[in-house]
């Protein structure tokens, strides 16, 4: 079983940053992939990033592509999302996810552990 706890998330102007962090307890997050989702109340979970185990391969979501980063300390079992350029469209309820595997994937039902969410919201 993995835990995972993000924070982080709080209420920010537009253009402004944020650094979300996620936190791993029960097992090491070194053997697993990690992503990043957010969602808005009645709408789908979407995916924003993922990175793989060791780090070497990353995707994001067009959306966020050239204002969000995803890394990970493995040493930590932390995963973060460093947010800048924030737009009031990036307002939503961020997860982090952890899948068992090498593959990264945009799927979140590819994803084995979830946390409980952390609030993002970018006021205009």
């Known amino acids: 079983q993995v835990q995972l706890v993000e924070s982080g998330g709080e209420l920010v102007q537009a253009g402004g940053s944020l650094r979300l962090s996620c936190a791993a307890s029960?097992?090491?997050?070194?053997?697993?992939?990690m992503g990043w989702f957010r969602q808005v109340s009645g709408t789908e979970r979407e995916f924003v990033a993922t990175i793989s185990s060791r780090g070497g391969n990353i995707v994001y979501a067009d959306s966020v592509k050239g204002r969000f980063t995803i890394s990970r300390d493995n040493a930590k079992n932390t995963v973060y999302l460093q947010m800048n350029s924030l737009k009031p469209e990036d307002t939503a309820v961020y997860y982090c996810?952890?899948?068992?595997?090498?593959?990264?994937?945009?799927?979140?039902?590819?994803?084995?552990?979830w946390g409980q969410g952390t609030q993002v919201t970018v006021s205009s």
């Open positions: 996810a952890a899948r068992l595997g090498f593959s990264v994937s945009n799927y979140s039902g590819n994803y084995d552990y």
């Open positions: 029960g097992r090491t997050l070194s053997s697993y992939v």
